[in-house]
């Protein structure tokens, strides 16, 4: 559309410009042939002595020069002495060249009419000083004016076929326009109605190539999000259908048998201890949705040490009830930027995860150290590894290397994708290296902000 405006203003400017240029041309040599023989004939006026009909008639038959359409002197008041038509002798002729001429100006006009370009020029008779009179010629040229009709009507012509050109292109343009804006609305009622893998091509290198192009992209991270929840919906409610399950079949027998008062406290303690992974499994689906979803909260500038120290201290009894023993190796303190909330989750679930998959007397080594611009927190524990191929798997949702074990110590393979989720929200890097058998060492990274903050 901008190109047919464009086109269409660039026309009409040319159109105006070639007529004004036209115009201008014959103007300006017209011009100074007319004021030239006025100057002639006044030059030869201004010296006679005598001012009549006769004489001035006499002087200007003898100016072979002066040949005009009409010739008119009148004496300084307007008064016409001579008329080369012979209309106006003896009366004041008011031409409004004749009194710019009388009031000591060369006045010059023109203008084209009915084929015809009609030029008039006057100029004053100074005779000792003053003004004695004028002298007005008029020209009355149809050869010109042919020459500047053939001129205007070829440019209106031009202009014509020209504008037409721009019509029938605008007229095409838009059509093709719409086809391909149709084209995206027909995608976009697709895509409402679900089917995400819908793409659109209106080829072409313009907006709206860019349009469809945003288009595609926006559906296709459609696409890929819609895939996510639907996976998503679907473990979470494998996940937490199994512990329903066992709770079903736990609350069938105790309803079913006659047993005994110690079995029937065993299958209730079991049942408790399944609701309490279920109360786990949804805290932490909870938790993994607001990371998901939420803005991050408000971050601020907060040293390491204390988070960590609050974490082994609630984990310690933990891991004394496993034989774990938690190292804190604790030596440069940094500050970062984060909320304590989400310090506090990362290193929990990492040093809960040390625990969880170490051996009898194994430990937990937490190392918090520092590089130029980066603070390394490092979990390091001797427990049973994880082999190589399920390295790039352990930060997934509900990915668990070991099911059963997992289940037994209440895992539910969510709490590495929520420590991975909230480092990256928090322009940290987290890497893992493990040797099965022998141990495994988490190490998270952030960008140190070397700033005083109140000790806590
Ligand atoms: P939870 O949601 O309660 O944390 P989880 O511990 O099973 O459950 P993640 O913390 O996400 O889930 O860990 C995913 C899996 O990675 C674990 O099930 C476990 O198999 C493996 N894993 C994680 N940390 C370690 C570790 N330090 N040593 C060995 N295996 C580990
Ligand atoms: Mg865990």
Same mark, same amino acid.
């Given at each position: 559309m901008t190109y047919v405006v464009i086109t269409a203003v660039v026309l009409i400017a040319l159109n105006l410009v070639c007529t004004r240029l036209s115009q201008r041309l014959f103007y300006e040599n017209k011009e100074s042939a007319m004021i030239e023989k006025c100057q002639l004939a006044s030059d030869e006026l201004s010296t006679l002595d005598v001012w009549n009909n006769s004489t001035v008639s006499n002087v200007l038959g003898q100016l072979e020069s002066l040949r005009a359409s009409r010739l008119i002197v009148t004496d300084q008041s307007g008064l016409c002495i001579y008329d080369s038509t012979g209309t106006?002798?003896?009366? #004041?002729?008011?031409l409004p060249e004749i009194l710019g001429a009388c009031h000591g100006n060369d006045v010059f006009s023109w203008k084209y009419h009915d084929g015809a370009m009609i030029s008039r020029a006057s100029t004053p008779i100074i005779s000792y000083g003053t003004i004695a009179g004028c002298v007005y010629v008029a020209e009355y040229d149809t050869s010109q004016g042919a020459v500047i009709d053939l001129l205007l009507h070829t440019i209106a012509r031009i202009t014509v076929i020209l504008e037409i050109g721009v019509f029938l292109f605008a007229l095409l343009y838009s059509r093709h326009f719409s086809h391909r804006m149709r084209a995206i609305l027909n995608s976009m009622h697709i895509i409402q109605k679900g089917s995400y893998d819908q793409k659109v091509s209106v080829g072409g290198h313009d907006e709206l190539t860019i349009l469809a192009n945003e288009f595609n992209d926006l559906t296709e991270r459609l696409q890929t999000s819609e895939e996510k929840r639907r996976r998503f919906v679907s473990d979470a409610s494998h996940e937490l259908k199994t512990p329903l399950a066992s709770i079903k079949l736990l609350t069938d027998s105790i309803l079913q048998n006659d047993m005994d008062a110690e079995t029937m406290r065993e299958f209730v303690e079991d049942i408790g201890s399944e609701a309490e992974r279920l109360n786990r499994m949804t805290a932490k689906l909870l938790s993994l949705t607001r990371v998901d979803i939420q803005e991050p909260p408000e971050s601020e500038l907060i040293r390491i040490f204390p988070t960590i120290n609050r974490v082994v201290r609630m984990l310690r009894p933990v891991a004394e009830r496993s034989s774990v023993e938690i190292l804190a190796e604790l030596e440069q303190d940094s500050t970062v930027l984060i909320t304590e909330d989400d310090l506090y989750q990362i290193v929990f679930n990492l040093i809960e995860n040390g625990i969880k998959y170490n051996r009898t007397n194994g430990s937990v080594t937490v190392r918090v150290d520092r590089t130029e611009d980066f603070a390394r927190l490092t979990v390091a524990d001797t427990g049973v590894g994880i082999p190589e191929d399920a390295l790039d798997h352990i !930060?997934? &949702? !509900? #990915? &668990?290397?070991?099911k059963a074990r997992s289940r037994q110590t209440g895992g539910s393979g969510l709490g590495l994708a929520i420590v991975r989720a909230i480092v990256q929200r928090n322009r940290g890097d987290i890497q893992v290296e493990s040797t099965p058998g022998s141990g495994t060492v988490f190490t998270v990274t952030f960008p140190i902000f070397d700033m005083e903050v109140d000790e806590t």
């Open positions: 106006s002798l003896g009366s #004041y002729t008011l !930060f997934e &949702r !509900f #990915y &668990r290397v070991d």
